[in-house]
């Protein structure tokens, strides 16, 4: 190999080969700056409601005083639980302006689910959607939290049109189970309060973790990613390098359909794009196709992040079909964008639909493909600036182009590591610094990198990781099992599903009587959408069960 790094001049001019991480000493002193420059233009709109960067600012500076009242100290843990909502910016900024480190929560997760991340991240204060109260009402005592800031959906809607929308989610649809929370407050109140007081000052340091953000990493045990001011501002000013190139500071529309505690939305959207004045559009409930092509028709989208599920669904939506499309920028990620929805795009929209790729562990964004029409389908692009990827084999020495073994990256956007978990950074993050994903890929001759296979056990369910061993664990649980494997099944539409083969200890267990102790114990796309009963399971000769031999059998119907 004459150069290691052959996808240097890939991008085109205009990108650099390197960023600057270290322009600013914390996230908050770029939001800051970003807030003056863009004082009276929108930041955010949701549900025909908009934000300004200057409402942003005063109710964010206002929520993040309120917080430090409530006794809360530079460094304690909050966390985060709502769909895409203009209550989320304000949260997480406010919080950052208070000192504290923003712990991200899926709305979707079980009682289970949440005791366990609260109570590894120590987190003392929430903020939650009024919707998924009832389920933190059932472990809340056994957690740190002390204060639980509670919202709606329409709070911050206005008064008829926020009334209205609370009248259909909790008497119309029901949404929102009844809870029973003492010493709560509602966000609007706690935002009111904030006037009279001020933000606590603190000491900001470019190596401060601000951010825990879960993961199953490349194990199956769910662990906070550290990432810290400088790995945020670095990804940050790695996108705006890639995409400002094909984009008007200032004056962009974007759409936000992926939720912003995903590590994909929260970094592109929230704060990449925020940063170059983008009005982001976000979209509460993406699974209601018709509220994202309402946006597309209301608003003239540039630029729009999301995955493969989604476009698909999209490409195939006759009233998509008929919008008047704007779009500058489509990025995929989250899972491997397929060709065909690829292809069918770009004839719908006329936009090429470029995928990337990265992890929680690098935030997240380490390589995509080139916006100037020489990006390849089927590829994960090439490393964003600052950024080197290499493939390594199983002693984790570099392999040359052509070569299959494990991707790996290194870069100012590599966490600081696992929150309390030094043997698996260890695992994760080698003595020199290049990050082990756990996929396995390959890299041209020119520095595409393609990925072959991914992490040997994880499953990939419209995006998001599901590790077997924890749905396994809780399927073990259940009295009537004996043994149980879970892995991948092909799925037109999410990618993968998961499939469980199950030994009865009790024979008079039933699918239906398995899947729904499943929904009460792990999130909608980690439940099994596929069971096979079996006799018993192909073991190693020391008891290990063979999954991989599962997945042959699976694929040749000799599962059953």
């Known amino acids: 190999m004459t150069d290691s790094r052959p996808w240097l001049a890939k991008y085109p001019s205009g990108v650099p080969a390197n960023i600057n991480p270290d322009e600013f000493v914390s996230l908050v002193d770029m939001f800051e700056a970003t807030f003056e420059k863009y004082r009276k233009q929108v930041a955010f709109s949701c549900m025909g409601k908009d934000l300004t960067f200057d409402q942003l600012d005063k109710k964010s500076k206002q929520f993040g005083a309120y917080l430090n009242s409530r006794g809360l100290e530079t460094g304690d843990k909050i966390a985060l639980m709502m769909p895409n909502l203009l209550q989320y910016p304000i949260a997480l900024f406010g919080a950052l302006r208070a000192g504290l480190v923003v712990v991200n929560t899926n709305p979707l997760y079980t009682p289970r689910e949440m005791l366990h991340q609260f109570n590894d991240a120590g987190v003392k204060a929430i903020v939650i959607a009024e919707n998924f109260a009832a389920n933190l009402e059932k472990i809340i005592g056994d957690t740190p939290i002390k204060t639980v800031i509670i919202t709606s959906i329409g709070e911050l809607l206005g008064s008829v049109k926020g009334t209205i929308t609370n009248f259909v989610v909790r008497k119309i649809k029901r949404l929102v189970p009844k809870y029973n929370i ?3 407050v509602s966000f609007s109140e706690a935002v009111k309060q904030g006037k009279k007081f001020t933000l606590p000052s603190f000491e900001k340091s470019p190596d401060k973790v601000i951010l825990l953000q879960y993961t199953g990493g490349t194990t199956g ?50 704060l990449a794009l925020l940063s170059i004045g983008a009005q982001t559009v976000l979209i509460v409930n993406p699974r209601d196709l018709s509220t994202v092509v309402d946006a597309f028709k209301k608003y003239p989208i540039g630029l729009m992040t999301g995955v493969n599920t989604l476009f698909n669904a999209l490409v195939n939506n006759e009233d998509f079909q008929k919008v008047d499309f704007k779009l500058k920028v489509t990025a995929g990620g989250g899972m491997a964008v397929q060709k065909t929805v690829a292809e069918k795009w770009q004839k719908v929209t006329g936009c090429v639909l470029s995928e990337g790729y990265g992890m929680t562990e690098s935030s997240p964004v380490a390589s995509f493909n080139p916006l100037d029409g020489t990006g390849r389908i089927g590829t994960i692009g090439v490393p964003v600036p600052s950024t080197d990827m290499r493939i390594v084999d199983d002693n984790r020495q570099p392999l040359p182009p052509g070569e299959v073994g494990e991707i790996q990256i290194k870069g100012p956007q590599v966490m600081k590591g696992y929150y309390n978990r030094p043997d698996e950074t260890t695992k994760t993050i080698t003595p020199d610094g290049w990050l082990c994903t756990g996929d396995i890929g390959k890299m041209s001759e020119d520095g595409f990198f393609q990925i072959v296979d991914r992490k040997k056990d994880m499953i990939l369910v419209s995006g998001f990781n599901v590790f077997p061993n924890e749905v396994e664990e809780v399927i073990a649980a259940h009295a009537k099992v004996l043994e149980v494997c879970a892995i991948g099944s092909p ?32 999130t909608g796309y980690k439940v099994p959408k596929e069971v096979v009963f079996r006799d018993d399971l192909p073991k190693t000769n020391v008891g290990k069960i063979l999954r991989r031999a599962l997945r042959d059998e699976a694929k040749t119907g000799q599962d059953g």
């Open 221 to 270: 045990i769910a662990k906070g990613a550290m990432l810290s001011n400088r790995n945020l501002l670095a990804n940050m000013a790695q996108i705006r390098a890639v995409m400002t190139p094909f984009l008007n500071d200032g004056e962009e529309v974007v759409i936000s359909p992926l939720p912003m505690y995903h590590i994909f939305a929260f970094s592109v959207n929230c």
């Open 491 to 522: 799925h037109p539409s999410s990618g993968e599903v998961v499939k469980v083969f199950v030994v009865k200890k009790d024979k008079s267990l039933s699918e239906e009587e398995l899947i729904t102790y499943c929904r009460e114990n792990l």
């Open 182 to 184: 003492p010493n709560t």
